[in-house]
Protein backbone atom coordinates (compact mmCIF):
# COMPACT_ATOMS: atom_id res chain seq x y z
CA UNK A 1 0.00 0.00 0.00
CA UNK A 2 1.53 3.30 -1.05
CA UNK A 3 2.78 6.12 1.78
CA UNK A 4 0.37 8.95 2.01
CA UNK A 5 2.75 12.00 1.90
CA UNK A 6 1.83 15.40 3.33
CA UNK A 7 1.78 17.62 0.71
CA UNK A 8 0.21 21.07 2.05
CA UNK A 9 3.12 23.79 1.96
CA UNK A 10 5.80 23.93 1.44
CA UNK A 11 5.18 20.26 0.59
CA UNK A 12 6.92 17.02 -0.62
CA UNK A 13 10.38 16.91 -2.80
CA UNK A 14 10.85 13.80 -5.22
CA UNK A 15 14.28 13.32 -6.38
CA UNK A 16 15.60 12.36 -9.64
CA UNK A 17 17.80 12.74 -12.16
CA UNK A 18 18.78 14.28 -15.30
CA UNK A 19 20.00 13.91 -19.04
CA UNK A 20 23.66 15.49 -17.60
CA UNK A 21 23.30 12.45 -15.08
CA UNK A 22 23.38 14.96 -12.45
CA UNK A 23 20.42 15.37 -9.11
CA UNK A 24 17.27 17.15 -9.58
CA UNK A 25 13.80 17.37 -8.21
CA UNK A 26 10.53 18.13 -8.24
CA UNK A 27 8.09 19.60 -5.64
CA UNK A 28 4.53 18.95 -4.82
CA UNK A 29 2.63 20.58 -3.11
CA UNK A 30 -0.95 22.26 -2.55
CA UNK A 31 -1.43 25.93 -1.19
CA UNK A 32 -4.09 26.60 1.78
CA UNK A 33 -5.46 29.54 -0.05
CA UNK A 34 -5.99 27.63 -3.52
CA UNK A 35 -6.52 23.36 -2.15
CA UNK A 36 -7.85 22.39 -5.80
CA UNK A 37 -4.61 22.87 -7.28
CA UNK A 38 -1.69 20.69 -7.46
CA UNK A 39 1.33 22.83 -7.81
CA UNK A 40 4.50 20.91 -9.13
CA UNK A 41 7.41 23.12 -9.26
CA UNK A 42 9.78 21.18 -11.91
CA UNK A 43 13.93 22.07 -12.92
CA UNK A 44 14.60 23.63 -15.76
CA UNK A 45 12.99 22.69 -19.26
CA UNK A 46 16.24 22.25 -20.86
CA UNK A 47 16.97 19.23 -18.89
CA UNK A 48 14.93 15.76 -19.13
CA UNK A 49 14.51 14.14 -16.04
CA UNK A 50 15.31 10.55 -15.52
CA UNK A 51 14.03 8.38 -13.13
CA UNK A 52 14.40 5.22 -11.31
CA UNK A 53 11.63 2.95 -10.94
CA UNK A 54 11.63 3.25 -7.38
CA UNK A 55 12.01 6.77 -7.76
CA UNK A 56 9.01 6.92 -10.45
CA UNK A 57 6.99 4.69 -7.42
CA UNK A 58 7.52 7.48 -5.23
CA UNK A 59 6.41 10.44 -7.34
CA UNK A 60 3.44 8.68 -8.37
CA UNK A 61 2.46 7.86 -4.55
CA UNK A 62 3.17 11.29 -3.73
CA UNK A 63 0.82 12.82 -6.44
CA UNK A 64 -1.86 10.06 -5.27
CA UNK A 65 -1.76 11.66 -2.15
CA UNK A 66 -2.04 15.37 -3.78
CA UNK A 67 -5.04 14.29 -5.77
CA UNK A 68 -6.31 12.75 -2.70
CA UNK A 69 -5.83 16.12 -0.67
CA UNK A 70 -6.71 18.47 -3.27
CA UNK A 71 -9.93 20.25 -2.30
CA UNK A 72 -9.85 19.65 1.55
CA UNK A 73 -10.20 22.28 3.38
CA UNK A 74 -7.51 22.81 6.37
Known sequence: MPTR??????????????ESEG???LLV???????????IETPTVFHRTVWTV???AQLRD???SAVQ???ESW
Do not use: D, F
Not at 5 to 11: A, D, I, K, N, Q
Open 29 to 39: WISRWTPEVIR
Open 62 to 64: VLT
Open 54 to 56: GQA
Open 5 to 18: YEVHHPGVRVWCGN
Open 69 to 71: TGG
Open 23 to 25: SSS
